[in-house]
């Protein structure tokens, strides 16, 4: 026997609230209720229904776990609506913290690397929405470039640009090939960066093909560059950016607001 989840005496009670554990440091969230309490002080904002503690609670449960905004609501006893304005304004407060280029290459110079690559944030969007469609990746998505130091540890994301555009394309876009050549920063890039010239260092094709020595260069470029894998993986550990429901034009503000997350220092 079958019985249907939705039947007349259970419509319009089907989001229950229930504990749960959130797999973030609590002083990560008490420092993002700080950044939210010093915003309405500049604001000087009214009442909320929810304080600056649950407010921050409320945003990094839907970056970590990628609720709907009517579960969101469900749980913190609040409406749909009401969830995805606080959501939206905390995100606005912490990509306002996230480093700019030049601060984030600050301390860089000659004799430095950096790691530089590109990855995709899947979107649910359908076949006729090319721009967004990456035929390297074969599904929609929104590139996202990404500058990280040696040890994997990301300086910089980048505002992210349609799934189509190219990786050399978004970076020069985006000023980080100009950026690393004004401060004489090696790049190690992959292959999809040829022809980027100035600093930056691509492997070698066909590389069994190719001398000994330029070999060794792909194998000591490969260990060098692998690093950078680190940082996207920390970016992805969010699950909101493993597959993003909501507009295209939200998730560059999504990415900055992450970031800030992975190098915040807490108060105190």
């Avoid at 000659?110 to 074969?138: C, F, N, Q, W």
């Avoid at 540890?153 to 980080?176: E, K, M, N, V």
Wanted: include cysteine; aromatic fraction near 8%; glycine fraction near 8%.
């Amino acid at each position: 026997m079958v019985i249907p989840l939705i039947t007349p005496a259970t419509e319009g009670a089907l989001l229950v609230p229930y504990p749960a554990m959130l797999d973030v440091p609590h002083e990560l969230v008490e420092h993002v209720a700080w950044l939210l309490h010093e915003h309405r002080r500049a604001r000087n904002t009214r009442w909320r229904k929810l304080g600056c503690f649950k407010q921050a609670l409320l945003t990094l449960v839907h970056l970590r776990k990628n609720e709907t905004f009517s579960q969101l609501g469900a749980g913190f006893g609040i409406s749909q609506a009401t969830a995805w304005r606080y959501v939206n304004e905390s995100l606005e407060v912490l990509a306002g913290w996230a480093p700019g280029l030049h601060e984030a290459l600050t301390g860089l110079g000659e004799g430095d690397h950096v790691i530089v690559d590109g990855t995709l944030i899947s979107i649910d969007r359908i076949r006729a929405d090319e721009p967004y469609y990456s035929m390297k990746h074969r599904r929609h998505g929104m590139n996202v470039q990404v500058i990280a130091r040696p040890d994997g540890t990301p300086l910089r994301f980048s505002r992210a640009t349609p799934g189509r555009t190219h990786d050399l394309t978004a970076a020069r876009a985006h000023g980080i090939i100009q950026a690393c050549l004004t401060r004489q920063v090696l790049v190690l890039a992959d292959r999809a960066y040829q022809g980027a010239g100035a600093t930056v260092r691509i492997p070698y094709y066909h590389h069994r093909e190719q001398p000994a020595h330029h070999q060794q260069f792909n194998r000591d470029h490969a260990r060098l560059r692998a690093p950078g894998e680190r940082a996207f993986a920390q970016l992805k550990s969010w699950r909101l950016l493993r597959r993003a429901r909501c507009s295209t034009r939200r998730i560059s503000t999504i990415v900055q607001a992450v970031h800030t997350l992975l190098i915040c220092n807490y108060p105190g």
